[in-house]
């Protein structure tokens, strides 16, 4: 069986605040580990209104603290918005207060504008350095040296797995290249996904950390009792898609009966490109969808985005998802 986990958005939305978002989070997480996911992350935002998890660390702590044997993590930590000290810092303690529970996904874009990257302190031209600070993220993860003067103090041993996230050949490249899993970013970025797999299975180099490749792929998964509920429910998602493309980002909505009356033909068309390896229907339906994206990718393991308006709705989603994955419940 597959193992199944679980991006959360943390998602705001016209009808829960930050905060609900946040123990909306958690509460997904708690059911999630008692419905047998592998794995629950979210992802650095910054800026974006109807996003909740800018302070990524802090959120993981938050949802580590609310369950008990689930891995939480990053997925990711946007590195070049970062000095590799800090996070190594950040995810050791959270790997000293959560052991063996802690993952550390990396991207290397900003996850924001150009000027609020600035107001994060970083140069736009940071991300040219992602190997680099990725090999240094992980030497202070690593057990400190007699004669290292520079210690990432409690991280030093803590050893957090690190995945290397992507939406393109780049990132399989380097996770290859480094020995490391890599989650392919396909709920948004479909179209590179089967050559990046195969670049990341031809190209790895096994390491300390992993012998043999391990690709985690991303997809969107909303289900429910019908395939035609189902479908009503992803008009959140295809709404907070199209208003990408206006410049206009900001909180979650509403399902609606028809968003054909949302989008433009031109609109719809570079919405549902992007989500183009989407599954939405019945627990038939994304049971049949799950197994065909299984089978021709080879993935070791899915990771699900259920961006459903409401929280029970979305409860029911992911509870959905878990029966049609045959995943073992507690």
């Known amino acids: 069986m597959t193992p199944i986990s679980i991006l959360d958005l943390v998602r705001v939305t016209e009808a829960t605040d930050a905060a609900g978002a946040l123990y909306n989070a958690r509460d997904v997480a708690q059911h999630a580990e008692s419905w047998g996911y592998n794995r629950i992350w979210v992802a650095e935002h910054h800026n974006l209104a109807g996003i909740a998890s800018a302070a990524t660390s802090v959120v993981i702590g938050h949802i580590a603290a609310g369950t008990k044997k689930i891995r939480v993590g990053a997925g990711g930590i946007m590195l070049p918005n970062h000095a590799p000290y800090i996070i190594a810092e950040q995810f050791g303690t959270l790997e000293r207060l959560f052991p063996g529970r802690i993952d550390l996904g990396l991207g290397r874009a900003p996850g924001t504008d150009q000027m609020t990257l600035r107001a994060l302190r970083r140069d736009p031209g940071s991300s040219d350095h992602f190997p680099q600070d990725v090999m240094e993220l992980q030497a202070f993860l690593a057990p400190a040296q007699p004669d290292q003067r520079i210690v990432a103090i409690p991280a030093a041993g803590t050893e957090v797995p690190l995945w290397i996230l992507g939406s393109s050949n780049f990132g399989a490249m380097l996770a290859a290249e480094l020995g490391l899993p890599y989650a392919f970013a396909s709920h948004f970025a479909p179209d590179y996904l089967l050559p ?17 490749p391990h690709a985690m792929v991303g997809v969107n998964i909303i289900a429910a009792d019908t395939d035609a509920e189902a479908k009503r429910l992803a008009t959140t998602q295809q709404m907070s898609f199209t208003n990408i493309f206006r410049g206009a980002r900001g909180l979650s909505k509403p399902p609606i009966d028809d968003i054909e009356t949302y989008w433009s033909p031109q609109e719809k068309v570079q919405a549902m490109g992007m989500l183009a390896r989407s599954i939405y229907g019945s627990p038939d339906t994304v049971r049949a969808g799950m197994d065909a994206l299984v089978k021709e990718t080879q993935a070791d393991e899915l990771i699900v985005v259920s961006d459903v308006f409401d929280h029970q709705a979305r409860i029911h989603s992911i509870d959905l998802i878990a029966q049609a994955a045959g995943l073992s419940r507690e």
């Open 196 to 212: 990046a797999l195969e670049l990341y299975r031809s190209r790895f180099k096994p390491s300390e950390q992993l012998d043999k």
